[in-house]
């Protein structure tokens, strides 16, 4: 699964995510958040803390995650859910992380607090990636891959690389895979439907 985490720019007299919060409230509009572009999970993140903490921010949205980062770590925008390339620069001292937007504390930075831990229910802006084959592709074929993609993301160097750009690597059966997949495009699509959401 790909984790988002919250990451404000440290001009913001802001240190955890009740203070941005409140700030927020406090400033409405005033706020820019990016993202990787219209409909990307950390635009639906942004969308769904917004409006689940009630107040109101400018959605910049970018032609990817890496130019968005770039302009929060210059102060152009204000916060974002970084899809994990940020940790580093936390890390460094030249973003705050305020929270992870997973239902679960994430592994890299496990002293960080979910947003359901500091008030917001079931908050959970997580996606999940996989490996697909075209349909059609023989059974046999879909089952080796499907072993073979299992080993490989049970050696400690994926789970490491994978790790390292905030994700979490879990070795799941292709029903738990599935089941997973409607799961996100379950609770997605009823939420970009409730916004009216459309990508350009």
Same mark, same amino acid.
């Given at each position: 699964r790909v984790l988002v985490f919250l990451m404000a720019h440290p001009s913001l007299p802001v240190n955890t995510a009740q203070d941005f919060i409140a700030y927020a409230k406090a400033n409405p509009g005033k706020l820019?958040?990016?993202?990787?572009?219209?409909?990307?999970?950390?635009?639906?993140?942004g969308e769904m803390f917004a409006? &689940?903490? /009630? $107040?109101?921010?400018?959605?910049? @949205?970018?032609?990817?995650a890496a130019p968005a980062l770039?302009?929060?770590?210059?102060? &152009?925008? /204000? $916060?974002?859910?970084?899809?994990? @390339?940020?940790?580093?620069?936390?890390?460094?001292g030249k973003l705050k992380l305020l929270a992870v937007g997973s239902p679960k504390r994430s592994s890299q930075v496990p002293d960080t607090p979910t947003l359901a831990e500091v008030?917001?229910?079931?908050f959970d802006a997580d996606t999940t990636f996989g490996v697909y084959a075209p349909n059609g592709t023989p059974a046999p074929v879909v089952t080796l891959l499907h072993e073979e993609i299992n080993k490989a993301l049970a050696t400690p160097k994926?789970?490491?690389?994978?790790?390292?750009?905030?994700?979490?690597?879990?070795a799941l059966s292709r029903a738990e895979f599935i089941a997973g997949q409607a799961r996100d495009r379950e609770r997605f699509g009823a939420f970009i439907k409730s916004i009216g959401l459309k990508v350009e």
């Open positions: 820019s958040y990016g993202s990787a572009g219209s409909g990307s999970s950390p635009h639906l993140a409006r &689940q903490a /009630q $107040f109101t921010a400018q959605h910049v @949205p970018y032609k990817g770039v302009d929060l770590l210059a102060g &152009q925008i /204000q $916060f974002m859910f970084d899809p994990g @390339p940020g940790l580093r620069h936390a890390k460094e008030g917001m229910t079931g994926l789970a490491e690389v994978i790790r390292s750009i905030g994700g979490e690597s879990a």
